[in-house]
T-cell receptor, first 120, second 110 residues
Framework: GAVVSQHPSWVICKSGTSVKIECRSL??????MFWYRQFPKQSLMLMAT?????????EQGVEKDKFLINHASLTLSTLTVTSAHPEDSSFYIC????????????????FGDGTRLSIL | DQQVKQNSPSLSVQEGRISILNCDYT??????FLWYKKYPAEGPTFLIS?????DKNEDGRFTVFLNKSAKHLSLHIVPSQPGDSAVYFC?????????FGKGTKLSVKP
């Protein structure tokens, strides 16, 4: 079964709206979660690393004021796309880092099912 | 600088035959490598991994080979099935972080 839940799966909204995407680890505590973005026919590009209880670490070229990340608990990280515009339309995927020790240590990250964001 | 490269954007294979997906990397600090399968509008699904200290790992129809000297790994699927049709991503990792290639779209024809 799914170990990382991502909601919503699809959002369509008007330009200028802020959109919040949630990422939850269901059966383990994730001190670190990751947010990726995928453009059509492109790779998964890491946007930021979300650490519980501290500020997120953003990759070069990602606007931290545009993409707000909050990791308030060990099972939840949120990505808020502020004042979204059509160029923000994309597929956003979160993942949670699994504890390095344990049965699933060969899978360092578990992925959610992604959120398709469409800005009109 | 692309640290993980999948040079073939697509691959078409007949059902029952072998599918070979290739991946090259430049970062010698990767501790492990993983292959993920992805359907459109879904998150990646883990397939198989290999530690950097090994040269082969097998799981059912899936085998991953690692050639460290050539900085090359490959995923073999035998026999290929139509349900294997998807985009396959190769990723290199260290300390829980992953860097993905651009993916190869595999089409298995009945």
């Amino acid at each position: 079964g799914a170990v990382v839940s991502q909601h919503p799966s699809w959002v369509i909204c008007k330009s200028g709206t802020s959109v919040k995407i949630e990422c939850r680890s269901l059966d383990f505590q994730a001190t670190t979660m990751f947010w990726y973005r995928q453009f059509p026919k492109q790779s998964l590009m890491l946007m930021a690393t979300s650490n519980e209880g501290s500020k997120a670490t953003y990759e070069q070229g990602v606007e931290k004021d545009k993409f707000l990340i909050n990791h308030a608990s060990l099972t939840l990280s949120t990505l808020t796309v502020t004042s979204a515009h059509p160029e923000d339309s994309s597929f956003y995927i979160c993942s949670a880092r699994y504890p390095l020790r344990g049965l699933r240590s060969n899978q360092p990250q578990h992925f959610g099912d992604g959120t398709r964001l469409s800005i009109l | 600088d692309q640290q993980v490269k999948q040079n073939s954007p697509s691959l078409s294979v007949q059902e029952g035959r072998i599918s070979i997906l290739n991946c090259d990397y430049t970062n010698s600090m990767f501790d492990y490598f993983l292959w993920y399968k992805k359907y459109p509008a879904e998150g990646p699904t883990f397939l198989i991994s290999i530690s950097s200290i090994k040269d082969k790992n097998e799981d059912g129809r899936f085998t991953v080979f690692l050639n460290k000297s050539a900085k090359h790994l490959s995923l073999h699927i035998v026999p290929s099935q139509p349900g294997d049709s998807a985009v396959y991503f190769c990723a290199g990792g260290s300390q829980g972080n992953l860097i993905f290639g651009k993916g190869t779209k595999l089409s298995v024809k009945p």
